[in-house]
């Protein structure tokens, strides 16, 4: 056995009284070659460690470098320091492993995003990167923590799948036919029967049919996992993989997702408010020096915990899409031409700068847009009375713009084949999907929150490369 | 809002006091024009409706049938029946959905496994299904929730990769590129310069490696997605796509591993025995109806309760492989030649039947083999002193055979620079690994369970297709 350790993050909770600790983790500086600050990973926080005067001869010291994996073990004793209410005496220090100084790209100072990026096997161990991680994680057990509290079943839905059935975008192809020669039929066609799976295939897109499926037995179903896009998308907004989260509840209506959504967005980041309060200060501060160098209407108007705080407190601002258009239409930055696209009027497409408007300077607040028109919604959506909307939702956050979109889902056959069949969606491929409504149908609902988004959301990073471990885009999968 | 309805699961916990409820569910099945029982899929309880006569036309009456999708408003009253505690009174009762009797394929009989697998969108609504889902969604959140505990970091790994880092096996091929024309080199090679990624793409056989870097920085974390073989294996153990759970823990070292490893298993399976002991106690039922068939040696030696039970309470048995490999030799089942596989001795790879030999018949418990041959293993493994083995382990379990593998590192770069030239991987291509060896290297260790696996462990199913959703296998990518 080798980890007996104490983590750091629970050490710092300590009374300092002399008990004796063993602690690993790695130096992040060596100062007068008397106090190394040293990080596990556990917190942002780093542990001082007193080395004696004398008590090491100079070689082995100058060891200690940046990135130089410590062992040691020490008394916890009272810091004189500031701001650090304990510290470690050294009584051993061993070396676990070295680090050229010279070498490692990490230097004790401030890095740019754009180059972290080009390292994303070592951003891990900055302060930002350290706490955008630890918070992804706090938010990706509240979805967990609260979808089962409510007694929804976590369905792991196909990442392989024969269908694009939601018609969300471009896929990749997942194939196991070589390349340079694949088999063809007479017709000159590829024969996808000598493929893996005997069909062409390709990465999902949504889970969220498949989802349907199950919700129609167990009621409150969820999924999270990864989704795929191969749209060439070189922006701040886009990843190629991307994680997502998709409920469906049977014998719900569009007012009950909308509701379960908010209670939903509230929870977790509640969740990250309680558990991860250090690390978002420390993002909050990160966020405020990054703003340093906009002018003055460029910058945040709430700081980030104070934004978080203000999403926790207030009801989302719920209206229809055609209340929205209105509401753009009539507003000055319309007037005073100010959108990129023009508001032309009812039925058009919101673009983010729209429904940034309804969000940042109209509302100031999230926003659930519901009962947009059909035309530009999905198939499955339910057809309203009026006949020309769908219960459709999409939520807007404030500096990210849509941050989840949903849907009552039609649930009545004849009306689902008919737009269906309206929408050039292919009927006979999807029977399965077609017999939950021949078998049973419910009224149900569903939406897709985009998980980086959201921590994109709760860190304030700015760019979605920065909130996954090794993002894919286009013409990059390192790592 | 439509949501306004109580679960079953819930209801059933309730005292018959003539409290009005709303529950919505499906028909199982209707008995004598008096008697619905309604499931809703939070249980496999069904839920008693009684239906006073006179009160609807037959008409109405006529439409209930199993499958129609219910609304019923009634008291809560004590039940007449035997094996239930309470009943509903109907109030009122609204159709939500028909189902045509004569066309739904689950009637409220006993269908095969088999069958059930072509119908996949419908075999949640079975009680084998309820419970073997429920029981798959509590082990996930059971391996959140353990990890979360400990301060791990839950890591999502990238599924679209351009390395095969671990050499694992044949790999689907993610790409754009048009497969009845794609672009060549000069050489007539394929250009994947042109492709999405601007390089060879593939799908993840696992996310270790780029689990190791953010272990050497967080100390301890964890992934839980999907991972892929393209491997033409049409058993009941095999899948194409599965979800694997990869802990990394940096200052661990096999021991350290292996303890975490049975604390892990034990602690998923106590959850599922303390959340749905219902659904395992009707999948024990199950176990032993469908063992009925077998002649009395081929059945399980314990019922799956006492099986789960059995494990939570033993220790895991440790051995070397090396003390393995004299066992098998020296069994009755070698010297009677009973193995497909003769055991050739010290250096040969154990095959499954091997494996659940020690485990079913010589231990009668779960067995964690250690240090295994270099030459069957893989390059990152943390070499021994006696320059044959590696600390390696694998975890086998009864019925199952492998459940989890694993092994400490090499930390030790130049002897992992090494391995990887005499194994021919591309020590190059994987310069952000060797990083970690670079600078601040550390002990570390860490195993990978398959999902799936333990999925079947704990709910009895034996073919491995029925404990994943819609199963991807060879030729076979439906829904």
Chains 1, 2 share one sequence.
Do not use: C
Request: aromatic share 12%; net charge negative; charged share 25%.
């Amino acid at each position: 056995m080798f980890n007996k350790r104490i983590k750091i993050k629970e050490l710092l909770s300590f009374e300092p009284n002399n008990q004796q600790v063993t602690v690993m983790g790695w130096v992040r500086t060596f100062r007068n070659n008397q106090f190394i600050a040293l990080n596990d990973g556990s917190t942002n926080t780093n542990l001082q460690i007193f080395v004696e005067l004398g008590k090491y001869d100079d070689e082995f010291l100058k060891k200690i470098t940046t990135s130089t994996a410590l062992k040691v073990i020490g008394v916890v004793i009272p810091s004189l320091g500031k701001g650090q209410k304990l510290e470690i005496k050294a009584g051993s220090i061993e070396i676990l492993g070295e680090s050229d100084a010279e070498k490692y790209p990490l230097q004790p100072k401030k890095h740019s995003l754009e180059f972290l990026r080009e390292i994303a096997h070592l951003r891990f161990r900055t302060n930002t990167f350290g706490a955008v991680f630890r918070v992804r994680h706090s938010l990706a057990f509240a979805v967990h923590k609260f979808f089962n509290d409510k007694g929804f079943v976590y369905m792991h839905t196909p990442i392989i799948t024969a269908s694009d059935a939601e018609g969300a975008g471009e896929m990749f192809r997942v194939s196991t036919l070589p390349l340079d020669n694949p088999p063809k039929n007479e017709d000159g066609s590829i024969n996808f029967k000598e493929d893996f799976f005997g069909r062409s295939t390709n990465l999902t897109v949504s889970g969220q049919l498949e989802g349907e499926l199950a919700a129609t037995a167990f009621g409150d179903i969820y999924t999270f996992g990864p989704t795929f896009r191969a749209e060439n998308s070189n922006t701040a907004r886009h990843l190629a993989e991307f994680w997502m989260i998709e409920p469906e509840m049977a014998f719900y209506d569009l007012e009950d997702n909308a509701n379960l959504a908010e209670e939903f967005i509230k929870y977790i980041v509640k969740f990250a408010m309680d558990n991860n309060r250090e690390d978002l200060e420390f993002l909050a501060q990160r966020l405020v020096d990054e703003e340093k160098q906009l002018t003055q209407d460029k910058r945040s108007e709430m700081g980030l915990i104070e934004k978080l705080e203000f999403v926790l407190n207030n009801n989302f601002e719920r209206l229809t899409y055609t209340e929205a258009i209105d509401i753009l239409k009539e507003s000055n930055h319309n007037k005073k031409k100010k959108f990129q696209y023009p508001v032309t009027g009812w039925g058009m497409d919101l673009q983010s700068e729209h429904e940034r408007y309804l969000v940042e300077k109209h509302f100031k607040k999230p926003v659930i847009l519901t009962n947009y028109p059909r035309e530009i919604k999905a198939f499955y959506m339910r057809q309203n009375e009026d006949g020309k909307t769908v219960a459709a939702m999409d939520i807007l956050a404030p500096g990210i713009g849509e941050i989840a979109g949903g849907s009552q889902r039609e649930e009545r056959l004849e009306k689902l084949e008919q737009r269906m069949r309206e929408m050039n969606v292919p009927v006979a491929q999807l029977w399965w999907y077609l017999d939950t409504r021949r078998f049973g149908t419910v009224p149900h609902a569903g939406f897709g929150l985009g998980f980086e988004r959201m921590v994109q959301f709760v860190t304030g990073m700015s760019n979605i490369r920065d909130v996954i471990a090794f993002p894919r885009t286009p013409k990059s999968a390192e790592f």
